[in-house]
């Protein structure tokens, strides 16, 4: 699961309530927190009766080795999961059937949303555009955190769901006016087939695709995927292996590798970093975490500092002050990171963009909203210094 903002709890909506512009999805926002429980969707009229068969939302996996005995490896996420027959992989999406592999989730949409792509969060690319966004359920990790763990801890049959298959989604954002569609909410590197499917049905309709990952995948389905978003935002949950074993369930390095690769590879890339009180927010991870970004991926990566809200298995901490959040900024500043950002504080100056050379103010954000825009051409409209990012 994906170290999901506050504000993408929002998200688990109804799957026939759709804001279909920034306007509305403000007006709305503090009813869709009230029913964001997954156990609380109101599907549209396109959802499976109970009796509807279970076989349109299963593909044969795209990445797994077939073993002696009908057994099965997965090589889909380090896991490296081995399955055997009529048993599931540790994401519970993914199925062994008689020696072959399935995905059970292909075009299985649980929760569906036209969100700012800010929300994302997504700030250097295509600002104030609006994505159409989805999920299905399932994840290859559990965070204690984790804000929409009614999904990404669920079996698919747990969960009422739509069918939207590639072509459909993609007409679907078209038809709405989306420029983007969001591959989000649960952690879509378990429903990688759908994902690089849509991604196709999409620039058939020139439609974009992003995707809001973990990062915990191996490098083979990270380059597909790759090689088919346009951009992809993955969450660094800490910067230690501890962290990463205790609160997470899964490993600090590969995440390390896929940032490595999805830099090199991806169209674009942003990271999320949720600070966590008193397990993550120390000023020598800070230190580490902005040193490793300038000398492994560059100082042009926008970092996200976002703040923790105590759910799921951590109800225990406090939310993040923000004076953690301004500290962390704060030494990522000092480190040479160009464009360290403060998340889930609306209206903090910390969510502006200022060009690294001059300093002028080039975007203004007010929450989800760009309140100033002086990127022009993809450069600061003072100075000139070209400014990294998707902007048109």
Excluded at 24 to 46: E, K, S, V, W, Y
Excluded at 271 to 278: A, E
Aim: glycine share 6%; proline share 7%; aromatic share 8%.
């Amino acid at each position: 699961m994906t170290s999901t903002p506050d504000s993408e709890i929002y998200d688990l909506l109804p799957l026939n309530h759709i804001c279909t512009d920034r306007r509305t999805f403000l007006q709305l926002g503090g009813a869709c927190l009230c029913i964001a429980a997954a156990h609380c969707l109101d599907l549209a009229p396109q959802a499976l009766a109970a009796d509807d068969s279970e076989s349109r939302f299963r593909r044969e996996a795209g990445f797994y080795q077939k073993l002696p005995n009908r057994m099965v490896r997965c090589k889909l996420c380090p896991r490296e999961c081995t399955v055997p027959d009529g048993e599931r992989g540790y994401c519970r999406v993914r199925e062994n059937r008689g020696g072959t592999y399935y995905t059970l989730v292909h075009s299985r949409v649980v929760a569906e949303h036209i969100d700012p792509i800010e929300k994302k969060p997504f700030f250097h690319f295509l600002p104030g555009a609006m994505a159409f966004s989805v999920a299905s359920g399932g994840c290859n990790v559990n965070c204690k955190f984790c804000q929409n763990w009614e999904i990404s801890q669920a079996r698919p049959e747990q969960l009422r769901a739509a069918y939207l298959p590639p072509k459909e989604l993609a007409s679907s954002a078209a038809r709405a006016g989306c420029p983007v569609m969001a591959y989000t909410y649960s952690e879509p590197v378990v429903w990688t087939e759908y994902v690089l499917d849509a991604c196709e049905a999409g620039h058939h309709e020139s439609v974009r695709s992003v995707m809001v990952s973990n990062g915990y995948i191996q490098q083979e389905p990270l380059r597909r995927l790759c090689g088919n978003l346009d951009a992809i935002k993955i969450d660094l949950k800490a910067f230690s292996d501890s962290y990463y074993s205790d609160v997470v369930r899964g490993e600090f390095k590969p995440v390390l590798n896929s940032i490595v690769a999805a830099r090199k590879q991806a169209r674009w890339l942003e990271i999320v970093y949720l600070v966590v009180p008193t397990l993550n927010d120390s000023d020598a991870e800070f230190r580490n975490l902005a040193r490793w970004m300038k000398s492994e991926i560059g100082p042009d990566v926008p970092i996200h500092f976002t703040r923790f809200t105590p759910l799921y298995l951590l109800r225990n901490l406090p939310p993040t002050p923000v004076q953690t959040l301004e500290r962390a900024k704060s030494i990522a500043d000092a480190e040479g990171l160009h464009y360290a950002y403060i998340g889930n504080i609306p209206g903090h100056p910390g969510e502006n963009t200022h060009c690294p050379k001059c300093r002028q103010l080039l975007i203004e954000r007010a929450g989800f909203s760009i309140t100033q825009m002086s990127v022009k051409k993809g450069r600061c409209n003072k100075c000139g210094n070209s400014i990294p990012g998707v902007w048109a």
